[in-house]
């Protein structure tokens, strides 16, 4: 492991100029991999900024009844706290469903947004990675592939985003408050991570500089019936194969609101707009919710050994819409 500069951030305005003054910097936090991918040589940062004694702990409920969560409150905050469990219980379901309560306990709701992938040919650096080394090709696409993404990949990337907490924040159609150089300003959750494209190391929509502050989940009342549902190789301390978050109101057996994402299947949390599309109005039964699935994985591409993710994700999606309209 190469050295690197240490310092302790004493407000926002010190971070950020730390942040810019080196640009190889990184933000150490609660729970953040970092350190994993220093000691692997995968990061190899200048300097690290240690955010953890910043002011951004606390969980406010805002008058239109909807939430801010500081950028370093810890994830066992966010899944415990009342406001969360009564009016967001896909999130808190999300959180738990994501780590051991050791890890819950330190990680942190930034440091779940900027998780970085858990793709084996990443950490590995006998192979190649577009991702760890732009331009040096992708093994994954020819090697073993059977985590890897179905949606949204490229011919650089398949990786996938292993967060639990960011599906359950896509449903809720969540923003992301930073702060860097030119000020403040606010990222739609949809658009803060990006698909891979020809340039998969670059995977938020952060500016160099930037630091989160925090997340704002809007009110959304019929988000009180949803869930989170994660299938995974073994019952706990597992990555997604597949998961689904979903929100769903039914008014006289028809679909009057849903949102609907995907996790596990591409490089971001993967919001379903276009099955979100085909339930507006339907039939709340299990026919509409397959021609709905049908719909959203019709652009999916499987690989070799994770072919069987596209039928996998389909009857998640079909078994939680399900559950959700008959709760």
């Not at 955010?51 to 409150?73: F, M, N, Q, S, W």
């Not at 810890?74 to 969360?84: E, K, S």
């Amino acid at each position: 492991m190469k050295s690197f500069a240490y310092a302790r951030a004493a407000d926002l305005e010190a971070a950020v100029k730390l942040l810019s003054k080196t640009p190889n910097a990184k933000l150490l936090g609660g729970g953040t991999n970092l350190v994993d991918l220093m000691r692997e040589n995968i990061e190899q940062p200048d300097a690290l900024v240690d955010v953890t004694g910043l002011p951004l702990e606390r969980i406010e409920e805002r008058p239109d009844g909807g939430l801010v969560i500081g950028a370093t409150v810890r994830n066992t905050a966010v899944a415990g706290h009342p406001v969360v469990r009564d009016r967001y219980p896909l999130l808190a379901q999300a959180i738990v469903f994501g780590a051991s309560a050791q890890i819950r306990n330190m990680a942190t709701v930034a440091g779940n947004l900027m998780q970085r992938t858990r793709c084996l040919y990443f950490y590995d650096h006998a192979a190649r990675c577009n991702k760890r080394a732009p331009g040096a090709g992708c093994d994954a696409i020819g090697g073993f592939n059977r985590m890897h993404a179905i949606l949204g990949a490229s011919d650089s990337c398949i990786a996938t985003h292993p967060s639990d907490m960011c599906v359950a924040l896509a449903v809720l159609d969540a923003k992301v408050n930073v702060i860097g150089p030119s000020g403040a300003r606010t990222i739609a959750f949809e658009e803060f991570h990006r698909l891979p494209e020809d340039t998969p190391d670059i995977e938020t929509d952060l500016q160099p500089g930037e630091l989160i502050t925090g997340i704002e989940i809007p009110p959304l009342g019929f988000a009180r019936r949803s869930l989170y549902k994660k299938v995974r190789d073994r019952a706990s301390y597992a990555f997604a194969l597949v998961s689904v978050a979903a929100a769903l109101e039914v008014d006289s057996g028809k679909v009057r609101n849903v949102r609907l994402a995907l996790g596990g299947v591409a490089h971001k949390p993967w919001r379903a707009t276009e099955a979100e599309r085909v339930l507006a109005g339907a039939n709340a039964g299990a026919e509409s919710f397959r021609q709905a699935a049908e719909a959203e994985l019709a652009p999916a591409r499987g690989l070799a050994h994770n072919e069987f993710k596209i039928e996998l994700a389909k009857r998640t999606i079909v078994g939680v819409l399900v559950e959700l309209a008959g709760g």
